[in-house]
């Protein structure tokens, strides 16, 4: 049985028998699942190293969404810090020197045509306004009819390699120096061409293990989802009591507690197949136009109960003038429910959670979850984004999450062609924001519509309140 397999069916008998055991279990079953990826993770560090020794930065862009997937090295040679939003295929010839983009953004769309090969020198600016000269080769990856599906390329750092000539020029390095320097230069475009190569059969390795995981979490999901939602509605009616009174008090409680871990386990699940589609690039969008308005709403009205519960505020900020969002309507409300639930995990009673939406300088939507909890370290806010880290305590009972929340929300934004912010002060608060961008929305509802009031609730029962929109 993979480790997989373990985690969900875990997850299914937490359902029944009491979430903290299960959450124990799941979290044994990521370590494992961790594990079988260490062959993986040491082909990366050395090729990483390998990057590094050489100045090769990497690049993989998918052509049809326009995304792109970067090397440190690359984040490193752009004067950009790792994690920060790259520049997709069409979008890459925009870090050019002015006087280099038009000659390379022909020769990169000559490269995914394939009528012409792509190996040529130029300059990129980096944010600083610093200048470098990069070696690039690229060469594209078409599917089995024939499409280009990506674009694959090696940029190599040559500047100390193209300014050194110069100081020959003025007497300070000897002729001897220069063909060394040549010769140097020439064995580290060998090192990247080669880095390409492992980097190429890592992935290669890597996307056919991900297929095969893909079909096995497609059954999966029927399988786990089917018997779970059973037990789901069966709890829901012995917990209301639709065809007559339970009984005992006792067995009402029961139920409510069956349904909660229920829902808890299914929203793992969900999280677990969802990174899995998006790290296999499986991921599709069904989008519509959305009513942020009641999708805000409806997602901090789950939390009511808990909230309450915690002695914790409540609130929405969302204006009456807010367009509709051109996006996947179950994953904005899955991203709200992740954000919602890890802020409520990491803050005190007495606190406050807001739920914000406006548009932006650039003409999008963003869209915000604040909180007053502990907040995060500046050195802990990379880990975190990383599948399956967690950090610090939990506030009073609140189980410690499975690490995929952030992670899962960075990517389903990134998906939308939006970007992930998140902003903290430990021992004052975070802010995660959530950037759409403007080609993603809709016309105007007009004045009044589809406005849903506020939410407030402070330690006892959860209530209604006029709404702060403008």
């Given at each position: 049985?993979?480790?997989?397999?373990?985690?969900?069916?875990?997850?299914?008998?937490?359902?029944?028998?009491?979430?903290?055991?299960?959450?124990?279990?799941?979290?044994?079953?990521?370590?494992?699942?961790?594990?079988?990826?260490?062959?993986?993770?040491?082909?990366?560090?050395?090729?990483?190293?390998?990057?590094?020794?050489?100045?090769?930065?990497?690049?993989?862009?998918?052509?049809?969404?326009?995304?792109?997937?970067?090397?440190?090295?690359?984040?490193?040679?752009?004067?950009?810090?790792?994690?920060?939003?790259?520049?997709?295929?069409?979008?890459?010839?925009?870090?050019?020197h002015p006087e280099d983009r038009e000659e390379v953004r022909r020769r990169l769309?000559?490269?995914?045509?394939?009528?012409?090969?792509?190996?040529?020198?130029?300059?990129?600016?980096?944010?600083?306004?610093?200048?470098?000269?990069?070696?690039?080769?690229?060469?594209?990856?078409?599917?089995?009819?024939?499409?280009?599906?990506?674009?694959?390329?090696?940029?190599?750092?040559?500047?100390?390699?193209?300014?050194?000539?110069?100081?020959?020029?003025?007497?300070?390095?000897?002729?001897?120096?220069?063909?060394?320097?040549?010769?140097?230069?020439?064995?580290?475009?060998?090192?990247?061409?080669?880095?390409?190569?492992?980097?190429?059969?890592?992935?290669?390795?890597?996307?056919?293990a991900s297929r095969a995981k893909s079909g096995s979490l497609a059954v999966l999901?029927?399988?786990?989802?089917?018997?779970?939602?059973?037990?789901?509605?069966?709890?829901?009616?012995?917990?209301?009591?639709?065809?007559?009174?339970?009984?005992?008090?006792?067995?009402?409680?029961?139920?409510?507690?069956?349904?909660?871990?229920?829902?808890?386990?299914?929203?793992?699940?969900?999280?677990?197949?969802?990174?899995?589609?998006?790290?296999?690039?499986?991921?599709?969008?069904?989008?519509?136009?959305?009513?942020?308005?009641?999708?805000?709403?409806?997602?901090a009205n789950l939390f009511l109960e808990q909230a309450s519960d915690q002695g914790?505020?409540?609130?929405?900020?969302?204006?009456?003038?807010?367009?509709?969002?051109?996006?996947?309507?179950?994953?904005?409300?899955?991203?709200?429910?992740?954000?919602?639930?890890?802020?409520?995990?990491?803050?005190?009673?007495?606190?406050?959670?807001?739920?914000?939406?406006?548009?932006?300088?650039?003409?999008?939507?963003?869209?915000?979850?604040?909180?007053?909890?502990?907040?995060?370290?500046?050195?802990?806010?990379?880990?975190?984004?990383?599948?399956?880290?967690?950090?610090?305590?939990?506030?009073?009972?609140?189980?410690?999450?499975?690490?995929?929340?952030?992670?899962?929300?960075?990517?389903?934004?990134?998906?939308?062609?939006?970007?992930?912010?998140?902003?903290?002060?430990?021992?004052?608060?975070?802010?995660?924001?959530?950037?759409?961008?403007?080609?993603?929305?809709?016309?105007?509802?007009?004045?009044?519509?589809?406005?849903?009031?506020?939410?407030?609730?402070?330690?006892?029962?959860?209530?209604?309140?006029?709404?702060?929109?403008?």
């Amino acid at each position: 049985m993979d480790t997989l397999t373990t985690t969900v069916i875990v997850a299914l008998a937490a359902a029944v028998l009491g979430v903290v055991g299960g959450i124990v279990a799941v979290k044994q079953a990521f370590a494992l699942r961790a594990a079988d990826r260490d062959p993986l993770e040491q082909q990366r560090k050395i090729l990483a190293e390998a990057q590094k020794l050489a100045r090769a930065g990497l690049c993989r862009f998918e052509i049809a969404s326009g995304r792109a997937v970067w090397s440190e090295e690359m984040y490193r040679i752009a004067g950009l810090d790792p994690g920060a939003k790259t520049l997709g295929f069409w979008a890459f010839p925009d870090m050019v020197h002015p006087e280099d983009r038009e000659e390379v953004r022909r020769r990169l769309h000559e490269a995914a045509a394939g009528t012409a090969a792509f190996e040529t020198e130029f300059r990129i600016v980096r944010p600083d306004g610093t200048t470098r000269t990069v070696h690039g080769i690229a060469r594209r990856e078409v599917d089995d009819n024939g499409n280009v599906v990506y674009v694959h390329g090696a940029f190599i750092d040559i500047t100390e390699h193209k300014e050194q000539p110069e100081v020959s020029a003025r007497g300070v390095a000897e002729p001897e120096a220069s063909t060394r320097r040549v010769a140097e230069a020439e064995a580290a475009l060998d090192d990247a061409r080669k880095a390409l190569a492992e980097a190429e059969a890592a992935r290669a390795s890597a996307e056919s293990a991900s297929r095969a995981k893909s079909g096995s979490l497609a059954v999966l999901s029927h399988e786990l989802r089917t018997p779970l939602n059973s037990i789901l509605g069966f709890a829901g009616i012995i917990e209301s009591e639709t065809f007559g009174p339970a009984g005992s008090e006792r067995y009402i409680d029961y139920a409510r507690d069956i349904r909660k871990s229920g829902e808890h386990i299914l929203g793992v699940i969900n999280n677990i197949l969802d990174l899995s589609k998006i790290e296999s690039g499986r991921m599709e969008l069904n989008e519509e136009l959305v009513n942020l308005l009641v999708v805000m709403s409806d997602a901090a009205n789950l939390f009511l109960e808990q909230a309450s519960d915690q002695g914790v505020t409540m609130k929405t900020a969302l204006p009456r003038s807010l367009p509709v969002l051109k996006a996947d309507p179950r994953l904005i409300r899955q991203m709200l429910i992740n954000l919602i639930s890890n802020a409520l995990r990491y803050t005190r009673r007495g606190g406050w959670i807001e739920l914000t939406a406006d548009r932006n300088e650039q003409g999008g939507i963003t869209l915000a979850v604040a909180d007053t909890g502990v907040g995060i370290a500046p050195e802990d806010v990379s880990r975190i984004l990383k599948p399956h880290q967690t950090f610090g305590k939990p506030i009073g009972t609140s189980a410690r999450g499975t690490g995929l929340g952030l992670p899962l929300v960075k990517s389903l934004i990134e998906l939308h062609g939006g970007t992930f912010r998140l902003e903290s002060t430990p021992g004052s608060g975070t802010v995660v924001s959530l950037w759409f961008p403007r080609a993603r929305v809709g016309s105007n509802p007009g004045p009044g519509g589809w406005r849903k009031p506020g939410i407030s609730v402070v330690g006892g029962a959860p209530k209604a309140i006029a709404g702060s929109g403008s």
